[in-house]
């Protein structure tokens, strides 16, 4: 499976911003796929995973009720919709997938795709 992600961009803070991950093959449905992140100086951190058949979502605890995933597997594709944008919420956005896994994705990454740049001013 390869990942490509979209959608990053510099936004004012209390923005909005869509992120969305297009996968190939024809497995995507068999992925549960989520979204990390990684601030400068800081270690990559879980942000928002849904299960491979969209039966159940999870989130960190920082993101809850801002943010929301989403996927659609006609499309291959993944999303992550963030509100009310802060500035600590500014990193590198990556999407992942692992097969058949739970929405925490707590057990390894099968695949990354590459990031994409979120910048939250002031």
């Known amino acids: 499976v390869q990942l490509q992600a979209s959608g990053g961009g510099l936004v004012q803070a209390g923005g909005s911003l869509r992120l969305s991950c297009a996968g190939s093959?024809?497995?995507?449905?068999?992925?549960?796929m989520g979204w990390f992140r990684q601030a400068p100086g800081k270690e990559r951190e879980f942000v928002a995973g849904?299960?491979?058949?969209?039966?159940?979502?999870t989130y960190a605890d920082s993101v809850k009720g801002r943010f929301a995933i989403s996927r659609d597997n006609a499309k291959n594709t993944v999303y992550l919709q963030m509100n009310s944008l802060n500035p600590e919420d500014t990193a590198v956005y990556y999407c992942?997938?692992?097969?058949?896994?739970?929405?925490?994705?707590?057990?390894?990454?099968?695949?990354w795709g590459k990031g994409t740049q979120v910048t939250v001013s002031s």
């Open positions: 992942a997938a692992t097969r058949y896994s739970s929405s925490r994705l707590n057990n390894g990454v099968d695949y």
């Open positions: 093959g024809r497995t995507f449905s068999e992925y549960t």
């Open positions: 849904i299960k491979w058949n969209g039966g159940s979502s």
